[in-house]
């Protein structure tokens, strides 16, 4: 059983930055894909980021892709979320998930374990 705490989310202006945390307890944390999802008010939560039980691979959402950078440090147990040039339309209750397996990784269902969210405004 995997337990997801996230942190970092807040309230900045277009164009700001922010580092999302997600800390992990209960299981072998490496042997975890992890992915970051987002869902804005009204809307299906949507896939952003994810990376490998090694952090040798990573993959993104294009509307993210160039902005968004997702990391692990496996020895705190911590996957990250660097968000730069923030846009009002990443406004969002941000959510780290964990999966067995490296592959379909957009599909939020087969994600086992999830946090319970960190609020990102950004206004304009």
């Known amino acids: 059983q995997v337990q997801l705490v996230e942190s970092g989310g807040g309230l900045v202006q277009a164009g700001g930055s922010l580092r999302l945390s997600c800390a992990a307890s209960?299981?072998?944390?490496?042997?975890?894909?992890m992915g970051w999802f987002r869902q804005a008010p009204g809307k299906d939560r949507e896939f952003v980021a994810a990376?490998?039980?090694?952090?040798?691979?990573?993959y993104y959402a294009d509307s993210v892709k160039g902005r968004f950078t997702i990391s692990r440090d496996n020895a705190k147990n911590t996957v990250y979320l660097q968000m730069n040039s923030l846009k009002p339309e990443d406004t969002a209750v941000y959510y780290c998930a964990a999966k067995n397996y490296w592959a379909n990784l957009t599909i939020r269902t087969l994600y086992g374990y999830w946090g319970q969210g960190t609020q990102v405004t950004i206004s304009s």
């Open positions: 990376v490998s039980g090694s952090g040798g691979s990573t």
């Open positions: 209960g299981g072998t944390f490496s042997s975890y894909a």
